[in-house]
């Protein structure tokens, strides 16, 4: 095993949703700027999870994220060859948001691509084994295929998803014993929708359901939207995994069992037993099971749900959070509660971004200090990159000051993510 020593200014732990977006602001500060990520690619939950659908960064009236996330959509949309949505032609009336599709090789390859030209020194296929102060600096171990790295760093921005580094630091977490499904990504293409009638499509899965043919959690959303939904969307973003758990190896490879299992006796059924769907093909599945909430940081602030839906507007907001609550269960698959106006916008405090206690540590994305109502709401994926932007913003400023990041003024964490292009809040 080869043993490996690098010093760089911030550690980035986990290359996700926000890992990405926090590595790149960080690193086009000026910051020497790693990311350490377990996977293969940039970009977490969107890509390698096969969420697929960065929202939102617009609701019905404005931009809730722009900056360095909506950079990199335009450029993959520029890559496409397909125009930007006009946000102020769609009509939200299901939902008072506009959602947004990425094509998965093409956004990887740019969030690494920009990742690159910045400086950001990346680190594939390893994960982080433990972290100890020294002094005023970080000495991260991780491990890879062959290799021991030791990272000396000023600052840590935890992205795992699952608050790895905050554990390892025997910090303090929350968890709820009831928590929301995971799910597991896929696609079947091919489905012969004129031949598809509503009613029948249901009365066959409801008999698929009794008969033990199909099991809850098959399709995710039982009683809330009807079979046709699944058919639709080709599978895609509606199979649950129930107690999905993804803060360890063990509960990973359980998500992933849980979801193939659950993917290939769909397929089965669809294929065999639905009209129209004789000739459909299973076209793509994602690597790895998604929890939607583990471990989350327990930080100098929880946002609660009534902070949440009457928009508390923090003194010490970084970004915005968005204005409706996707909370998913075991019963009916998915309640949705949105804000009595269009005008409430949510934010996100300081405070929620950085550990009790702690110094020289942030956190951004799914494991923000909020109580499991708020957290339904804060962890849309543009609210996770905001948030991955504001604390790479906080690490620079940080390291360029020579002072903790938690001591870093709001006010000039706002003004450097807008220097990028980000929404003045």
Sequence with gaps: MKN???TVDVVIAGGGTAGHVAALQAARAGITTSIIEAGTMLGGTMTSGGVYMPNHFFSAEKPVVLGIPWELYTKSKEIEGLPLPDYKQRRPVENPSYYSYINVPIYASIAEEEAVKAGVILHYHEFIADVAAVGDYWEITSFGRGIKRTTKAKEI???TGDSDVIRILGLGVLRDKVRQPGAYQYKIEGIEYEQIWDGEVQTLYDEAMENGILQKGDFAYLNSLPFRYYLAHGGHNATHIYDADTSDADGQTRANLEGRARMLRMFKFVTSSIPGCERAVLKTMYPHGL?????RTEGEYVVTKEDFLKATDF?????NAFNYIDMHNEESGCEVFFHESKDLLPKVPFRALIPKGSSRVTVAGRIVSADRVALAGIRAQCTCMAMGQAMGAA???AVKK???SREVAVKDIVALTVEHGAVPI
């Design 4 to 6: 490996i020593n690098e």
């Design 157 to 159: 921005i935890d992205c």
């Design 315 to 319: 003194e010490d907001k970084v970004c």
């Design 291 to 295: 929890a939607r909430e583990t471990y």
């Design 395 to 397: 690490a620079a400023l």
């Design 402 to 404: 020579g002072i903790p």
